[in-house]
Nanobody
Framework: QVQLVESGGGLVQPGGSLRLSCAGS????????MAWYRQAPGKQRELVAS???????HYADSVKGRFTISRDNSKNTVYLQMNSLKPEDTAVYYC???????????????WGQGTQVTVSS
């Protein structure tokens, strides 16, 4: 059916950078909004950043000025460039997309499996 596969997580020191990628595959006609969420241990999943099909973006206050979301519609891929990372950015990061599987279909949400980001010295 539809798969979202994330990559790019890892261990980084405070102040460092990482770039996450999430590629969609399978039965995809087009993709509407795409987003990155994160969930830290003991906390609820929260929206980090989102991007519309036209490129409009939204960021959580905690990441504004440090993170940049972008997408390549030709590759069904969304990216999250994370700079000036802080220990409080440590979490599992999930990508999300509203997917149309065929022309005229209603969109349905899809989630990636998550990728761990750890910011620690």
């Amino acid at each position: 059916q539809v798969q979202l596969v994330e990559s790019g997580g890892g261990l980084v020191q405070p102040g460092g950078s990482l770039r996450l990628s999430c590629a969609g595959s399978g039965s995809i006609f087009s993709i509407n909004d795409m987003a990155w969420y994160r969930q830290a241990p003991g906390k609820q999943r929260e929206l980090v950043a989102s991007i519309t099909s036209g490129g409009g973006t939204h960021y959580a206050d905690s990441v504004k000025g440090r993170f940049t979301i972008s997408r390549d519609n030709s590759k069904n891929t969304v990216y999250l460039q994370m700079n000036s990372l802080k220990p409080e950015d440590t979490a599992v990061y999930y990508c999300n997309a509203e997917i149309y599987q065929y022309f005229g279909a209603n969109s349905s949400p899809a989630w990636g499996q998550g990728t761990q980001v750890t910011v620690s010295s």
